[in-house]
């Protein structure tokens, strides 16, 4: 071995990369996002189509038993202009790669799908979580870890 040859310490919160003779090259911190809007209550006059407790709102809506909206629900009120906020979960499969990293989507006006997907840590394309899908890239990458 020799002086540029790396090696790393993890530490609960970091790994330090450290060249051979000791020399810190390198650190990657652990970094714990949080979304601020879970359980939060709808704004003032938003239409809330689904909290959990019922899919009354949708056409074929049903509910898992974790109380999750099952897919294949469509919205029985219709939109023109609107701003949504949508909480979502993606499951968690550490070993798959790309799309099979729980793939789904909510489509507007049976045209559009924004994209869901685990993308945590990717750089926010039209095929990442929040992007129309192969029309715009997310302006940010919404997934948490």
Do not use: W
């Amino acid at each position: 071995m020799n002086d540029d040859d790396n090696q790393y310490e993890a530490t609960s919160d970091a790994i330090e990369f450290t060249s051979i003779s000791g020399k810190i090259v390198g650190r990657l911190e652990q970094i714990e996002r949080k979304s601020p809007t879970p359980g939060a209550k709808p704004q003032t006059g938003a239409v809330a189509l689904f909290d959990g407790s019922s899919a009354n709102e949708f056409v074929g809506g049903k509910m898992t038993a974790e109380k999750l909206l099952e897919v294949g629900a469509v919205s029985k009120h219709k939109f023109a202009n609107f701003l949504m906020h949508l909480e979502f979960r993606t499951p968690f499969m550490p070993n798959a790669c790309g799309q099979g990293r729980g793939n789904s989507g909510v489509y507007l006006q049976n045209r559009y799908e924004v994209q869901l997907l685990d993308t945590f840590g990717l750089q926010g394309k039209d095929h990442e979580c929040g992007g129309i899908y192969s029309a715009r890239a997310t302006k940010v990458n919404v997934c948490f870890p």
